[in-house]
């Protein structure tokens, strides 16, 4: 596990739990939340962090930050041409 990855045990208490979370999350039913990973996808995180804004709802800072992924970043170090 990353250090800025988002864990579901932690949406869940955030969201009150699965029924909470559910509703919040607008999923047909709890069990959609029961396959999820503990440790949430990209997606999963950012559909969490969603619902939170659209429920006038603060985050903790550890549910905050965003796993950066970028892909094909350029690195730092430039290649002479």
Do not use: C, N
Request: glycine share 8%; net charge positive.
């Amino acid at each position: 596990m990353r250090q800025k990855d988002m864990l579901k045990s932690d949406a869940l208490k955030f969201f009150g739990g699965t029924v909470g979370m559910q509703k919040a999350l607008e999923l047909g039913t709890h069990s959609a939340i029961s396959a999820w990973p503990e440790v949430l996808t990209t997606a999963q995180a950012d559909r969490v962090r969603g619902a939170a804004v659209r429920l006038s709802k603060k985050l903790p800072p550890h549910m905050r930050e965003a796993r950066l992924q970028r892909v094909g970043a350029k690195s730092k170090q430039q290649v002479p041409a």
